[in-house]
């Protein structure tokens, strides 16, 4: 999705736009849900079938548990890309991620590091920073400051990601090197001053997959994707498909894509037959052949919405009842009870950098989004969400309240842009 404060950023490009649940990073539910049900409406979804894709699912079995840190890192043996869902507020998954790319093993299995909260056209200061030379932090953080998603200027994940790999690289020879890649279109936010001015950044997926084609499949790299699941399904995606379903077009069978659980488990859902079996670390739940993967994808996440030419909301997965997670997914990621998931907090140094929130204020303004009106606002709703540190993924059934307000806000971007698609 364009603008998106969501836990599962979206399946946007041209002529597509899809909501997601509300997992804001200090921001309060209600607040989220009321941006995110304009956000779908600022380009439509043109109603054309997703790509399908085989994947047979056999005998459905109990899911069996695995060590995930190196069952991920033994993955990368036989899979060129594992996609993880990242920086969407969700502290736990984040902290599992810093610890994958920590553990010694990760530089002699990977070359690459692919992400979303990146801007391409800061490409060149971000290889320079992580190679260890004279950038300052201040000057490589447009890379995650300056790209079409609010949440990225929020992120206390990417804050830690950057120097991370920076020291890391420092310490590797030449060969185990990591490198960060920006998938983020390249828009230059100094000279936006309207809504018709963002209007050329919509294909995020078709920049992502663009990426990983030139940048990771093309040289036969292995990578680490770091973005919200929506991009990294197989098979899915309005028109084109989300970015995993573009490139495997061309490179079908390179990648395995990981999702956290959703909501799925906290209302006494099983994760296995065997609940001990899941331990106290980490856990890797492989969708092939099991009965989590028999499932359909609402049982775990809320379905994506889209509008159609004529603002009408659309079911993304209308009429793909037979699509289940396993065509969808290869495993999920279990961190711990589902109820007890931790949000992450926004880091002082953004919170106190007054001078990039009012930059941010007026980017959401410029898109037509709403939100807080001033800095204070801003200040107080971070405050309070300190009181309630656990973050929640809204069902299903939440999405219909909003189909009249994403409808409305669909015909007030077409009527305000009328020789565009809405």
């Known amino acids: 999705m364009f603008m998106n404060m969501a836990s599962y950023d979206g399946v946007a490009r041209k002529g597509a736009k899809s909501w997601k649940p509300a997992r804001s990073l200090g921001w309060s539910f209600s607040t989220s849900r009321v941006l ?124 830690q990601l950057y120097p991370l790999v920076r020291a890391m690289n420092q310490q590797l020879p030449a060969a185990k090197r990591l ?35 030139k940048e990771v499949l093309s040289k036969h790299r292995k990578a680490l994707m770091l973005f919200g699941v929506f991009h990294l399904l197989h098979g899915s995606g309005p028109e084109q498909g989300d970015a995993v379903t573009i490139y495997e077009r061309h490179y079908p069978g390179k990648t395995f894509v990981i999702s956290d659980l959703g909501y799925y488990s906290t209302n006494g859902e099983l994760l296995t037959d065997k609940p001990a079996a899941l331990g106290t670390g980490p856990s890797l739940l492989r969708t092939k052949n099991s009965r989590l993967g028999s499932l359909g994808l609402g049982s775990f996440l809320p379905t994506p919405l889209t509008t159609d030419q004529d603002c009408n909301v659309v079911d993304a997965f209308a009429g793909k009842t037979s699509k289940t997670v396993s065509d969808l997914l290869d495993a999920f990621l279990y961190l711990g009870p589902q109820s007890l998931q931790l949000r992450e907090p926004i880091p002082a140094d953004i919170a106190l950098d007054h001078a990039y929130r009012a930059e941010w204020l007026r980017r959401l303004k410029v898109s037509g989004l709403p939100g807080p009106s001033t800095l204070e606002e801003v200040d107080a709703e971070i405050v309070a969400s300190a009181a309630d540190p656990i973050i929640l993924t809204p069902r299903n059934p939440d999405a219909k309240e909003l189909y009249p307000m994403i409808k409305q806000g669909c015909l007030m971007r077409k009527n305000a842009a009328p020789n565009t698609k809405p």
């Not at 979804?45 to 997703?50: C, G, I, R, T």
């Not at 699912?57 to 043996?77: C, D, V, Y």
């Open 36 to 159: 995110l049900a304009l956000l779908i409406a600022l380009v439509p979804h043109d109603s054309k079938e997703q790509v399908a894709v085989s994947r047979p699912i056999g005998e459905s079995q109990a899911s069996t548990a695995e060590p995930a840190l190196p069952a991920i890192l033994k993955i990368f043996r036989t899979f060129e890309v594992v996609g993880l869902p990242a920086a969407h507020g969700q502290k736990d998954v984040d902290d599992f991620i810093l610890s994958l790319i920590r553990d010694p093993r990760f530089s002699g299995s990977v070359n690459d590091i692919v992400v979303e909260c990146g801007n391409v056209r800061y490409q060149p200061i971000l290889d320079h920073y992580i190679a260890g030379e004279n950038v300052s932090f201040t000057e490589v953080q447009h890379v995650w400051r300056d790209t079409t998603q609010p949440m990225c200027g929020e992120s206390g994940f990417f804050e």
């Open 179 to 213: 490198r960060v890649l920006a998938a983020d279109p390249p828009i230059d936010w100094t000279k936006v001053q309207t809504l018709q001015d963002i209007t050329p950044f919509f294909d995020r997926d078709g920049s992502i997959a663009s990426v990983m084609e």
